[in-house]
Protein backbone atom coordinates (compact mmCIF):
# COMPACT_ATOMS: atom_id res chain seq x y z
CA UNK A 1 0.00 0.00 0.00
CA UNK A 2 1.49 3.69 -0.92
CA UNK A 3 -0.49 6.51 1.25
CA UNK A 4 1.14 10.23 0.72
CA UNK A 5 2.39 11.37 4.06
CA UNK A 6 -0.07 14.10 3.84
CA UNK A 7 -3.32 12.08 3.03
CA UNK A 8 -6.27 12.02 5.54
CA UNK A 9 -7.38 8.52 5.92
CA UNK A 10 -10.85 7.78 8.53
CA UNK A 11 -9.95 4.64 10.61
CA UNK A 12 -12.91 3.02 8.99
CA UNK A 13 -11.84 3.07 5.51
CA UNK A 14 -10.67 -0.03 3.77
CA UNK A 15 -8.33 0.53 1.23
CA UNK A 16 -6.26 -2.58 -0.41
CA UNK A 17 -2.74 -3.34 -0.07
CA UNK A 18 -2.08 -2.80 -3.49
CA UNK A 19 -4.03 0.87 -3.97
CA UNK A 20 -2.29 4.41 -4.35
CA UNK A 21 -3.21 7.36 -2.16
CA UNK A 22 -1.70 10.57 -3.71
CA UNK A 23 -1.03 14.31 -1.89
CA UNK A 24 -3.62 16.04 0.08
CA UNK A 25 -6.64 13.14 -0.18
CA UNK A 26 -9.34 13.12 2.19
CA UNK A 27 -10.82 9.95 2.93
CA UNK A 28 -13.71 10.24 5.17
CA UNK A 29 -15.98 7.52 6.21
CA UNK A 30 -16.15 3.67 5.43
CA UNK A 31 -14.98 3.82 2.14
CA UNK A 32 -13.52 1.03 0.19
CA UNK A 33 -10.52 1.13 -2.62
CA UNK A 34 -9.58 -1.68 -4.33
CA UNK A 35 -6.99 -3.73 -5.87
CA UNK A 36 -4.48 -1.37 -7.66
CA UNK A 37 -6.87 1.35 -8.00
CA UNK A 38 -4.75 4.95 -7.71
CA UNK A 39 -6.09 7.67 -6.28
CA UNK A 40 -4.66 11.23 -7.24
CA UNK A 41 -4.19 14.22 -5.39
CA UNK A 42 -6.40 16.33 -3.69
CA UNK A 43 -9.07 13.77 -4.02
CA UNK A 44 -12.02 13.27 -1.56
CA UNK A 45 -14.10 10.26 -1.12
CA UNK A 46 -16.67 10.42 1.45
CA UNK A 47 -19.72 8.50 2.78
CA UNK A 48 -20.10 4.93 2.01
CA UNK A 49 -18.00 4.81 -1.32
CA UNK A 50 -17.17 1.72 -2.67
CA UNK A 51 -14.19 2.03 -5.43
CA UNK A 52 -13.72 -1.06 -7.30
CA UNK A 53 -10.33 -2.56 -8.39
CA UNK A 54 -7.84 -0.71 -11.27
CA UNK A 55 -9.87 2.17 -11.38
CA UNK A 56 -7.63 5.68 -11.93
CA UNK A 57 -9.04 8.33 -9.66
CA UNK A 58 -7.58 11.93 -11.16
CA UNK A 59 -6.60 15.07 -8.91
CA UNK A 60 -9.74 17.49 -7.31
CA UNK A 61 -12.20 14.50 -7.73
CA UNK A 62 -15.26 14.45 -5.19
CA UNK A 63 -16.89 11.21 -4.52
CA UNK A 64 -19.50 10.40 -2.51
CA UNK A 65 -20.40 13.40 -1.10
CA UNK A 66 -24.15 14.69 0.13
CA UNK A 67 -26.56 15.13 -3.04
CA UNK A 68 -27.55 17.62 -4.54
CA UNK A 69 -31.33 17.49 -3.68
CA UNK A 70 -33.80 19.30 -1.19
CA UNK A 71 -35.60 15.71 -0.77
CA UNK A 72 -32.11 14.78 1.38
CA UNK A 73 -32.81 13.64 5.00
CA UNK A 74 -29.21 12.84 6.09
CA UNK A 75 -30.00 9.48 5.32
CA UNK A 76 -26.94 6.60 4.96
CA UNK A 77 -26.85 5.90 0.84
CA UNK A 78 -23.93 4.56 -1.26
CA UNK A 79 -21.95 5.20 -4.17
CA UNK A 80 -20.32 2.93 -6.31
CA UNK A 81 -17.25 3.11 -9.43
CA UNK A 82 -16.84 -0.19 -10.58
CA UNK A 83 -13.87 -1.93 -12.08
CA UNK A 84 -11.36 -0.27 -14.09
CA UNK A 85 -13.12 3.17 -14.33
CA UNK A 86 -11.39 6.28 -14.80
CA UNK A 87 -12.41 9.73 -13.63
CA UNK A 88 -10.35 12.56 -14.94
CA UNK A 89 -9.77 15.81 -13.07
CA UNK A 90 -12.55 17.27 -11.38
CA UNK A 91 -15.01 15.00 -11.51
CA UNK A 92 -17.90 15.14 -8.98
CA UNK A 93 -20.34 11.94 -8.18
CA UNK A 94 -22.85 12.33 -4.98
CA UNK A 95 -23.77 9.59 -3.25
CA UNK A 96 -27.60 8.09 -3.33
CA UNK A 97 -30.48 10.58 -1.47
CA UNK A 98 -33.06 8.08 -0.30
CA UNK A 99 -32.02 5.83 2.55
CA UNK A 100 -29.82 2.65 1.05
CA UNK A 101 -29.86 4.13 -2.47
CA UNK A 102 -27.31 4.17 -4.82
CA UNK A 103 -25.33 6.35 -7.48
CA UNK A 104 -23.57 3.68 -9.86
CA UNK A 105 -21.18 4.06 -12.75
CA UNK A 106 -20.30 0.77 -14.58
CA UNK A 107 -17.24 -0.92 -15.14
CA UNK A 108 -14.24 0.24 -17.43
CA UNK A 109 -16.09 3.83 -17.92
CA UNK A 110 -14.50 7.50 -18.90
CA UNK A 111 -15.38 9.93 -17.24
CA UNK A 112 -13.96 13.10 -18.40
CA UNK A 113 -12.87 16.19 -16.80
CA UNK A 114 -15.40 18.42 -15.21
CA UNK A 115 -18.20 16.09 -15.31
CA UNK A 116 -20.87 15.27 -13.00
CA UNK A 117 -22.72 12.77 -12.00
CA UNK A 118 -25.83 13.62 -10.03
CA UNK A 119 -27.74 11.65 -6.91
CA UNK A 120 -29.51 8.24 -8.01
CA UNK A 121 -28.02 8.41 -11.47
CA UNK A 122 -27.11 4.69 -13.16
CA UNK A 123 -23.90 4.54 -15.70
CA UNK A 124 -23.38 1.21 -17.14
CA UNK A 125 -20.59 -0.53 -18.03
CA UNK A 126 -18.32 1.38 -20.75
CA UNK A 127 -19.80 4.34 -21.27
CA UNK A 128 -18.37 7.64 -21.91
CA UNK A 129 -18.85 11.08 -20.31
CA UNK A 130 -16.80 13.42 -21.86
CA UNK A 131 -15.49 16.97 -20.47
CA UNK A 132 -18.29 19.01 -18.81
CA UNK A 133 -21.22 16.98 -19.03
CA UNK A 134 -24.11 16.99 -16.39
CA UNK A 135 -26.39 14.35 -15.03
CA UNK A 136 -29.33 15.54 -13.46
CA UNK A 137 -30.81 13.26 -10.87
CA UNK A 138 -31.89 9.55 -11.38
CA UNK A 139 -30.46 9.75 -14.70
CA UNK A 140 -30.05 6.16 -16.68
CA UNK A 141 -26.86 5.96 -18.96
CA UNK A 142 -26.51 2.74 -21.55
CA UNK A 143 -24.03 0.43 -21.88
CA UNK A 144 -21.26 1.93 -23.94
CA UNK A 145 -23.22 5.12 -24.56
CA UNK A 146 -21.20 8.34 -25.96
CA UNK A 147 -22.30 11.87 -24.22
CA UNK A 148 -20.38 14.28 -25.83
CA UNK A 149 -19.14 17.45 -24.75
CA UNK A 150 -20.98 19.78 -22.56
CA UNK A 151 -24.37 17.72 -22.81
CA UNK A 152 -26.95 18.39 -20.12
CA UNK A 153 -29.24 15.87 -18.92
CA UNK A 154 -32.60 16.73 -17.54
CA UNK A 155 -33.41 14.37 -14.07
CA UNK A 156 -35.06 10.79 -14.41
CA UNK A 157 -33.70 11.50 -18.45
CA UNK A 158 -32.73 7.81 -19.74
CA UNK A 159 -30.18 7.41 -22.84
CA UNK A 160 -29.97 3.96 -24.38
CA UNK A 161 -27.28 1.91 -24.86
CA UNK A 162 -24.42 2.43 -27.45
CA UNK A 163 -26.43 6.01 -28.12
CA UNK A 164 -24.22 9.04 -29.33
CA UNK A 165 -25.27 12.65 -27.93
CA UNK A 166 -23.04 15.39 -29.74
CA UNK A 167 -22.11 18.08 -27.90
CA UNK A 168 -23.73 21.01 -26.14
CA UNK A 169 -27.15 18.71 -26.40
CA UNK A 170 -29.81 19.39 -24.31
CA UNK A 171 -31.44 16.14 -23.53
CA UNK A 172 -34.76 16.30 -21.67
CA UNK A 173 -36.51 13.20 -23.08
CA UNK A 174 -35.01 9.68 -23.28
CA UNK A 175 -32.93 9.05 -25.68
CA UNK A 176 -33.17 5.69 -27.36
CA UNK A 177 -30.16 2.84 -28.29
CA UNK A 178 -28.26 2.87 -30.92
CA UNK A 179 -29.70 6.32 -32.35
CA UNK A 180 -27.49 9.52 -33.07
CA UNK A 181 -28.95 12.92 -30.83
CA UNK A 182 -27.35 16.22 -32.38
CA UNK A 183 -27.81 19.70 -30.73
CA UNK A 184 -31.65 20.50 -29.67
CA UNK A 185 -33.33 18.37 -32.92
CA UNK A 186 -33.54 15.76 -31.59
CA UNK A 187 -32.22 11.81 -33.07
CA UNK A 188 -30.86 12.86 -36.38
CA UNK A 189 -30.14 8.88 -37.45
CA UNK A 190 -27.90 5.85 -35.76
CA UNK A 191 -24.95 5.82 -34.38
CA UNK A 192 -22.92 4.15 -37.41
CA UNK A 193 -19.73 4.41 -36.07
CA UNK A 194 -20.31 3.33 -32.73
CA UNK A 195 -21.85 -0.06 -33.98
CA UNK A 196 -19.27 -1.03 -36.23
CA UNK A 197 -16.90 -0.47 -33.35
CA UNK A 198 -18.83 -2.46 -31.37
CA UNK A 199 -19.07 -5.57 -33.62
CA UNK A 200 -23.28 -5.07 -34.11
CA UNK A 201 -23.59 -7.68 -37.66
CA UNK A 202 -25.04 -5.57 -40.16
CA UNK A 203 -28.26 -7.91 -40.37
CA UNK A 204 -28.89 -6.02 -36.81
CA UNK A 205 -27.36 -2.49 -38.39
CA UNK A 206 -30.12 -2.65 -40.57
CA UNK A 207 -33.06 -3.60 -38.44
CA UNK A 208 -31.64 -0.32 -36.11
CA UNK A 209 -32.03 1.85 -39.10
CA UNK A 210 -35.73 0.42 -39.65
CA UNK A 211 -36.40 0.96 -36.05
CA UNK A 212 -35.07 4.80 -36.41
CA UNK A 213 -37.34 5.28 -39.60
CA UNK A 214 -40.32 3.97 -38.07
CA UNK A 215 -39.80 6.11 -34.98
CA UNK A 216 -38.15 9.20 -35.94
CA UNK A 217 -39.62 9.54 -39.87
CA UNK A 218 -42.97 9.08 -40.16
CA UNK A 219 -46.32 10.07 -38.77
CA UNK A 220 -47.68 7.42 -36.57
CA UNK A 221 -48.34 8.07 -33.04
CA UNK A 222 -46.13 6.15 -30.71
CA UNK A 223 -48.72 3.44 -29.71
CA UNK A 224 -49.03 3.26 -33.76
CA UNK A 225 -45.13 2.91 -34.61
CA UNK A 226 -44.83 0.64 -31.65
CA UNK A 227 -46.96 -1.84 -33.40
CA UNK A 228 -44.73 -1.79 -36.58
CA UNK A 229 -42.02 -2.60 -34.40
CA UNK A 230 -43.60 -5.74 -32.79
CA UNK A 231 -44.50 -7.16 -36.12
CA UNK A 232 -40.87 -6.20 -37.94
CA UNK A 233 -38.36 -6.52 -35.09
CA UNK A 234 -36.52 -10.01 -35.22
CA UNK A 235 -32.78 -9.12 -33.47
CA UNK A 236 -31.80 -8.67 -30.23
CA UNK A 237 -30.76 -4.89 -31.23
CA UNK A 238 -34.17 -4.35 -32.54
CA UNK A 239 -36.14 -5.84 -29.52
CA UNK A 240 -34.12 -3.71 -27.85
CA UNK A 241 -35.27 -0.67 -29.12
CA UNK A 242 -38.72 -2.29 -28.68
CA UNK A 243 -38.42 -2.85 -25.19
CA UNK A 244 -36.84 0.81 -24.93
CA UNK A 245 -40.13 2.55 -26.12
CA UNK A 246 -42.23 0.34 -24.66
CA UNK A 247 -41.54 1.13 -20.90
CA UNK A 248 -42.75 3.23 -18.95
CA UNK A 249 -40.93 6.60 -19.26
CA UNK A 250 -40.62 10.13 -17.00
CA UNK A 251 -40.00 12.17 -19.51
CA UNK A 252 -41.67 10.62 -23.01
CA UNK A 253 -38.82 9.68 -25.74
CA UNK A 254 -36.62 12.09 -27.57
CA UNK A 255 -37.30 10.94 -31.11
CA UNK A 256 -36.90 14.56 -33.87
CA UNK A 257 -38.06 18.23 -32.92
CA UNK A 258 -41.34 17.64 -34.64
CA UNK A 259 -42.47 14.82 -32.97
CA UNK A 260 -41.20 14.10 -29.34
CA UNK A 261 -43.21 11.99 -27.55
CA UNK A 262 -44.75 13.69 -23.96
CA UNK A 263 -45.13 10.75 -21.70
CA UNK A 264 -47.62 9.10 -24.01
CA UNK A 265 -46.56 5.63 -22.04
CA UNK A 266 -45.45 7.68 -18.78
CA UNK A 267 -46.22 6.16 -15.57
Do not use: W
Not at 106 to 114: F, I, N, S, T
Not at 169 to 186: E, H, K, N, W
Not at 237 to 266: K, M, N, T, W
Amino acid sequence: MSIHPTAIIDSHAVIDSTAEIGPYCVIGGPVHVGAGTIVGPYVHLLGHTHVGSDCRIHAGCVIGDLPQDLAFRGAISHCHIGNGTTLREHVTVHRGTAPDSTTRIGERCLVMAGAHVGHNCAVADEAVLVNGVLLGGYVAVGRKAILSGHVAVHQFVQIGELAMVGGLSMISQDVPPYFLVAGRTGCVGVNSVGLRRAGISSDQQAEIKAAYRILCRNRLSLTESIKQLEATMTTEAGREILRFVSRPSHRGFLLRSDRSVQCELSE
